[in-house]
């Protein structure tokens, strides 16, 4: 990822303010709040307290006391996915949200701010996957990063990656490298010449009930110990554990189905 950064320790990164077009957080909607901290509690060693209520109960997960992730109450009359979304940080979010509409893309909440954390937007890409675009102030955004229990990566399942990638780099300024595979269809976005977030086009592997969706990568000490931590919780195994030039990876799934990875990152 690409951003400012604080010291770096055995502790993990610090992050102070992030440069536009990094993703800066992750944030959680679901119907049962106590039950959905109760799980990532129990997996992450997550501790949590309140946040923002703009947009209904909000609470902050901490670990170490830095702050790494949201979780939100859906409202009772909203019958949306329930899955993680990343928050893109920019500096205008008024201007990013205009230029979201004149690239094709939906703005659905926003511009509004957080009390004094922020001002936010929550909008979709032209195939129809959910994102958040965050403009700082008093919140940063995730406070840490490195270590088990906090975000490590943000990845866009989609169909083809050639349009939307276009989106992204037109809203963002992102800089793109293709990985070339006649069988393989990802881009790589950087910032300042650093990956922060890729795209991956799965063509008809594409699930027909989520359509295209962003996924994010937690980190963890071994994602073997992980999966059977997680289905021990009430959660779901959906992508068995497998070795990547980037470490070992799995996809899973919370108890309300929001679905997310757990990875080891190679050193």
């Known amino acids: 990822m690409t951003e400012a950064r604080g010291s770096t320790g055995l502790n993990g990164t610090t992050h102070t303010r992030r440069t536009p077009g990094t993703p800066c957080w992750v944030s959680l909607m679901v119907h049962g709040m106590a039950a959905t901290q109760d799980f990532y509690a129990e997996l992450f060693g997550w501790e949590f307290q309140p946040g923002p209520q703009q947009l209904g109960p909000y609470m902050r997960a901490l670990l170490d006391g830095q702050e790494v992730a949201g979780i939100g109450q859906m409202p009772p009359d909203r019958h949306l996915a329930v899955a993680w979304t990343p928050y893109?940080?920019?500096d205008d979010v008024d201007q990013t949200a205009e230029t979201v509409r004149a690239c094709g893309g939906t703005v659905?909440?926003?511009?509004?701010?957080a009390d004094n954390a922020g001002r936010l937007v929550?909008?979709?890409?032209?195939?129809?996957?959910?994102?958040?675009i965050w403009q700082a102030a008093a919140h940063l955004g995730t406070g840490i990063t490195g270590v088990p229990g906090t975000p490590a990566w943000n990845e866009l399942l989609t169909r083809e990656?050639?349009?939307v990638a276009k989106f992204y780099q037109a809203v963002f300024g992102y800089e793109e490298e293709a990985v070339v595979s006649a069988d393989f269809d990802y881009v790589t976005l950087h910032v300042e010449g650093r990956p922060v977030a890729g795209i991956h086009g799965v063509g008809h592997g594409l699930p027909r009930d989520r359509g295209a969706h962003w996924m994010t990568y937690f980190?963890?000490?071994?994602?073997?110990?992980?999966?059977?931590?997680?289905?021990g919780l009430g959660g779901r195994l959906l992508k068995?554990?497998?070795?990547?030039?980037?470490?070992?990876?799995?996809?899973?799934?919370?108890?309300?189905?929001?679905?997310?990875?757990?990875?080891?990152?190679?050193?």
């Open 88 to 90: 893109i940080a920019s």
């Open 122 to 132: 929550i909008a979709s890409d032209p195939s129809g996957a959910v994102f958040g």
């Open 161 to 163: 990656t050639e349009s």
């Open 108 to 113: 659905g909440v926003g511009p509004l701010d």
């Open 240 to 267: 068995p554990a497998h070795d990547t030039s980037h470490g070992r990876v799995a996809t899973v799934a919370d108890p309300e189905g929001a679905m997310f990875s757990v990875i080891h990152s190679a050193d």
């Open 219 to 231: 980190e963890v000490a071994d994602v073997d110990d992980a999966i059977t931590h997680i289905t």
